[in-house]
T-cell receptor
């Protein structure tokens, strides 16, 4: 059975800290790994990763995929209170369905 | 980024009534849309895959006669919760698959409360 495991489940940091969120996956016929940010409503898309070792960046956020170790990380540097959210990792396999992890709840305190 | 809308954003209904939720992809065509349910403090659970012009594919444990899905056009899928009960109260989220980027984009979600 496909599964995605995120860690930690919860993280509390101070503004300016750097955080690393982890995601491991076991997805049949793996195609891509996606990161989403969920605040009060539905998830918003952050990154899609398909190739190992190629970092994707968007401002203070970056992510990388290791297809050998079946692992991805999401880094956020110089965190701000607006980064507080649940970060979801999802794996996409042959059926185009997404298998979601339980998410990491990030709280950034001023 | 791609835009997906959902309507209504919030609905409160009495037990036994049916509720229809619409999901639209506004700036791309989506042959495949997905419906998820999310309970408080839990992750998204896929309910069904909606394919334009054909029957939806339901996940194990999801009653197809209770959660009717219609994907009549390349930009619209609807989820009807029939004879809703309080245990159906949840946050329902749709997503649309944009083939050009092989990425699912999510609608803003619909908060259903059944009294």
């Amino acid at each position: 059975e496909d599964k995605v495991v995120q860690s930690p489940l919860s993280l509390v940091v101070h503004e300016g800290d750097t955080v690393t969120l982890n995601c491991s996956y076991e997805v049949t016929n793996f195609r891509s790994l996606l990161w989403y940010k969920q605040e009060k409503k539905a998830p918003t898309f952050l990154f899609m990763l398909t190739s190992s070792g190629i970092e994707k960046k968007s401002g203070r956020l970056s992510s990388i995929l290791d297809k050998k170790e079946l692992f991805s990380i999401l880094n956020i540097t110089a965190t701000q209170t607006g980064d507080s959210a649940i970060y979801l990792c999802a794996g996409s396999g042959g059926s185009e369905k997404l298998v979601f992890g339980k998410g990491t709840k990030l709280t950034v305190n001023p | 980024g791609a835009v997906v809308s959902q309507h209504p954003s919030r609905v409160i209904c009495k037990s036994g009534t049916s509720v229809k939720i619409e999901c639209r992809s506004l700036d791309f065509q989506a042959t495949t849309m997905f419906w998820y349910r999310q309970f408080p403090k839990q992750s998204l659970m896929l309910m069904a895959t909606s394919n334009e012009g054909s029957k939806a594919t339901y996940e194990q444990g999801v009653e197809k006669d209770k959660f009717l899905i219609n994907h009549a056009s390349l930009t619209l899928s609807t989820l009807t919760v029939t004879s809703a009960h309080p245990e159906d109260s949840s946050f329902y989220i749709c997503s649309a698959l944009r083939l050009a980027t092989d990425t699912q984009y999510f609608g803003p979600g619909t908060r259903l409360t059944v009294l």
